[in-house]
């Protein structure tokens, strides 16, 4: 059973920073396409970022320059750096397998995900 366990998020001001953790089981992870999406409060999901199993990294135009993803396949932990954060970026943070395509656009909508973890950015 796949098992996705997300961590670290908080309250933050404009400008700030934060780290995602994401804890898988119940799967290889090393060989899987990992991701982060988020949702804010009546707002359709949003795929932010995505990694295959060689590490290359893609971002959605709403983070780049912004986030960084990488994953440690010793630990079976996926993390998520947040740079300069704005009031946007206010949502609730899942970590995601992805099927098919591996890329931003298509976490949240293939595959499986955890519980996520709140970001607040506000003054």
């Known amino acids: 059973q796949v098992q996705l366990v997300e961590s670290g998020g908080g309250s933050v001001q404009p400008g700030g920073s934060l780290t995602l953790s994401c804890a898988a089981s119940?799967?290889?992870?090393?060989?899987?396409?990992m991701g982060w999406f988020r949702q804010a409060t009546g707002k359709e999901r949003e795929g932010i970022t995505s990694?295959?199993?060689?590490?290359?990294?893609e971002y959605a135009d709403s983070v780049k320059g912004r986030a960084t993803i990488w994953r440690d396949n010793t630990k079976n932990t996926l993390y998520l750096r947040m740079n300069s954060l704005k009031a946007e970026d206010t949502a609730m943070y899942y970590c995601?397998?992805?099927?098919?395509?591996?890329?931003?656009?298509?976490?949240?909508?293939?595959?499986?995900w955890g519980q996520g973890t709140q970001v607040t950015v506000s003054s």
């Open positions: 990694i295959d199993f060689s590490d290359k990294p």
């Open positions: 995601t397998t992805i099927g098919g395509s591996c890329s931003p656009a298509s976490a949240g909508i293939f595959g499986r």
């Open positions: 119940g799967f290889t992870f090393r060989g899987a396409c």
